[in-house]
């Protein structure tokens, strides 16, 4: 089973809104990531979590909040939003210890901020 | 910062035509991933290759490594229009932890 999932498949939120994106994993993978990715462009990184703490943060605004509860969840709060923040958001996670890092990835989430 | 240089962009072509993508770059990378996205839909992985000068065959998918392990190809035999889609490869390195570097991703149309 090389699934993850993400909830909701789409969501558009206004720009005073709060809400949160979720994804979940039962490969018993210990890395864990959030993407933003924009039409037509590759998947930009924005958070790293290995071993539920948070290792890489790629400056992300911090309209963005990410938490991992545990080592099969995560979860993306969003806050005061901007429209340009209007993008597929994808989690993906990947075993830690090993020689290379596949990655798999969900369904991503469709974010339309208005 | 790794750069991972991929081409064409776009490519468009017919229903049983071959077609050749490329990933390139100056630095090693341990390992390169292949993906495949659909329009709304995650990437989803079709190959990682390790070993350097690495073949690797999905159906009628052949994706190489190169001997220095800088660079990939991903060639298709016979394109159907199933194959549509945007291809991405991504390079691991050893010292980078857990982070990929993405090539720019191509844009393939086939069309029947």
């Known amino acids: 089973d090389t699934e993850v999932t993400q909830t909701p498949k789409h969501l558009v939120m206004g720009m005073t809104n709060k809400k949160s994106l979720k994804c979940e994993q039962h490969?018993?993978?210990?890395?864990m990531y959030w993407y933003k990715q924009k039409a037509k462009k590759p998947p930009e990184l924005m958070f790293v979590?290995?071993?539920?703490?948070?290792?890489i943060n790629e400056s992300v605004p911090s309209r963005f909040s990410p938490e991992c509860p545990n080592s099969s969840l995560l979860n993306l709060h969003l806050h005061a939003l901007q429209p340009e923040d209007s993008a597929l958001y994808l989690c993906?996670?990947?075993?830690?210890?090993?020689?290379?890092?596949?990655?798999?990835f969900g369904p991503g989430t469709r974010l339309t901020v208005t | 910062t790794q750069l991972l240089e991929q081409s064409p962009q776009f490519l468009s072509i017919q229903e049983g035509e071959n077609l050749t993508v490329y990933c390139n770059s100056s630095s090693v990378f341990s390992s390169l991933q292949w993906y495949r996205q659909e329009p709304g839909e995650g990437p989803v992985l079709l190959v990682t290759v390790v070993t350097g000068g690495e073949v690797k065959k999905l159906k009628r998918l052949t994706f190489q490594f190169g001997d220095a392990r800088k660079d990939s190809s991903l060639h298709i035999t016979a394109a159907q229009t199933g194959d549509t889609g945007l291809y991405l490869c991504?390079?691991?390195?050893?010292?980078?932890?857990?982070?990929?570097?993405f090539g720019g991703g191509t844009r393939l149309m086939v069309k029947p």
């Open positions: 490969m018993g993978h210990r890395a």
């Open positions: 991504a390079g691991a390195e050893r010292n980078a932890g857990n982070m990929l570097t």
């Open positions: 993906a996670s990947s075993q830690r210890d090993r020689s290379f890092y596949e990655q798999y």
């Open positions: 979590y290995s071993y539920e703490k948070l290792s």
